[in-house]
């Protein structure tokens, strides 16, 4: 079967919504096309947040001095300076705008009146999703492609890009692994298909580490499926070795545990021994490596009901919050020695612990890990204790993408008809991404390709 398009996105994450919606608003005849029975991908399952400097929330909430040059520095440095510098000056540049179209166009509700420090940020910048999740952003990037009238072909499976004259002028794809489909691109194909987490084989072909001892937070279809099919069109790969863990993830399912949010908001972290070892706000590849290195290699975020009243994540997660408790990875205690003896940690350190926590957040100085918001007073409970590992997130490295977002050869050209956007590019994240910077990354992106190849004759 053939069906033919001006622009075909390949896959339904928020870049492959927003790339599709801006093609098809610039007069183009677009079609998305998923491998799976749903749409949303990673995009979905995920906290949803996105970093937008000088958003109206912070104003709202009188947070004063943020600016795109610190979210730029930021995002610079926490990646080891491995980002491309123009690339990442048009995210930071741009951030802002996402959320606002986001906000306006596409009719998400972010929360009013509450922002996120993720690790590594200088100020609170990120905005939350209500619900806390990308479920948000998808329901409704998914409403405005459905007012749009762009067909989504889900359980269709890009399996090559088809070449000709040296132009990427379509995809070959199965459609429930029982029929061949070919969709023509008369002017482009836009690559959104996510990073490549869940695909153990491709991990370790790139960096060793990160075999199948390592779960994964992703979904079953974070192949590296994009990378692979503009590899064979001699697409540049780049940053492939830099694969993120995310540190707070379930022991049993690798799932992100998003009730632990509040760890933004004061939750401390502590060893088997009940000592802290790491300040709570560091990078996320920082915080996975000195979990791993603690006795049994993972940790303890303990909270309690003040902290939760700022982050509130338990009326978020309700769900997740019941299975850890039945699984038993969760307890809630009313004091410091119920607490300890769930997880059989040494009541007397333990407490000595949280007794540090307490006097540092009072002098609003923490001698031990200089947390940088400030550690919140844990003297009353009751109180939280969840065990969590490191499990593999994200995968920074990717194809080599300009400021169209045209796909690059080997020798830096851009290969005709190729497009790409979100976390299959390897171009933003650098070594390491930042808490709210995939959302702002994939809409950013993801709307420019959407907006360049809307303008293609
Ligand atoms: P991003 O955050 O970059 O938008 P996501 O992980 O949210 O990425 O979304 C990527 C989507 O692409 C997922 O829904 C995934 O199932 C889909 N996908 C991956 N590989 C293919 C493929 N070969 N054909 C069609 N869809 C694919």
Same mark, same amino acid.
């Given at each position: 079967k053939t069906n033919n398009f001006d622009v075909v996105v390949v896959g339904s994450g928020g870049g492959g919504f927003s790339a599709a919606i801006e093609a098809k608003e610039a007069g183009k005849k677009v079609a998305i096309i998923e491998k799976m029975p749903t749409v949303g991908g990673n995009t979905l399952i995920s906290g949803g947040e996105m970093n937008a400097p000088g958003n109206w929330v912070q104003k709202k909430l009188k947070i004063k001095g943020d600016s795109v040059k610190s979210y730029y520095q930021d995002t610079m440095k926490d990646g080891d300076n491995l980002g491309d510098p123009k690339m990442v000056h048009i995210l930071a @540049?741009?951030?802002?705008?996402?959320?606002?179209?986001?906000?306006?166009?596409? &009719?998400? @509700?972010?929360?009013?009146?509450?922002?996120?420090?993720?690790?590594g940020h200088s100020y609170k910048r990120a905005l939350i999703p209500v619900g806390h999740t990308g479920q948000e952003l998808?329901?409704?990037?998914?409403?405005?492609?459905?007012a749009l009238k762009i067909p989504i072909y889900t359980n269709t499976k890009a399996k090559s890009l088809i070449k000709q004259n040296g132009r990427i002028v379509g995809v070959k794809a199965r459609y429930q692994d029982k029929k061949n489909v070919t969709f023509n691109a008369k002017?482009?194909?836009?690559?959104?298909?996510?990073?490549?987490?869940? @695909?153990v084989k491709m991990r370790t072909k790139y960096n060793k580490e990160y075999d199948k001892r390592y779960k994964s937070t992703d979904t079953a279809g974070t192949q590296g499926d994009g990378i692979v099919m503009a590899q064979k069109v001699g697409a540049k790969l780049t940053n492939m070795k830099y694969i993120q863990t995310y540190p707070i993830a379930n022991p049993k399912t690798g799932m992100i545990s998003l009730l632990a949010d509040t760890r933004f908001d004061g939750a401390i972290l502590v060893n088997q021994e009940g000592n802290r070892f790491v300040e709570e706000l560091e990078r996320r590849d920082v915080i996975s490596k000195a979990i791993l290195k603690q006795t049994g290699g993972y940790t303890y975020q303990i909270w309690n009901d003040k902290i939760d009243g700022i982050s509130k994540t338990k009326a978020a997660h309700k769900a997740e919050y019941n299975e850890l408790i039945k699984e038993g990875?969760?307890?809630?205690?009313?004091?410091i020695d119920e607490l300890a003896k769930d997880f059989k940690i040494d009541p007397t350190t333990l407490k000595a612990t949280i007794k540090k926590v307490n006097r540092?957040?009072?002098?609003?100085?923490?001698?031990?890990? &200089? &947390?940088?918001?400030?550690?919140?007073?844990?003297?009353?409970?009751p109180y939280y204790i969840e065990k969590a590992v490191p499990s593999v997130h994200h995968t920074m490295g990717g194809l080599v993408i300009n400021e169209k977002t045209e796909v690059l050869n080997q020798q830096g050209k851009a290969i005709p008809g190729l497009y790409a956007a979100g976390e299959l590019t390897g171009v933003i994240q650098g070594s390491n991404r930042l808490g709210g910077n995939a959302i702002a990354d994939i809409i950013t992106f993801g709307r420019i390709a959407g907006q360049t190849t809307g303008k293609l004759k």
């Open positions: @540049n741009n951030a802002l705008g996402s959320a606002k179209w986001l906000r306006d166009d596409i &009719h998400v @509700n972010f929360i009013k009146d509450q922002l996120f420090q993720f690790g998808v329901t409704k990037l998914d409403k405005k492609a459905t002017n482009a194909v836009i690559l959104t298909t996510g990073g490549f987490g869940s @695909n990875l969760l307890y809630k205690a009313d004091s540092y957040a009072k002098t609003g100085k923490d001698k031990d890990f &200089h &947390h940088r918001a400030g550690l919140v007073s844990l003297a009353k409970g």
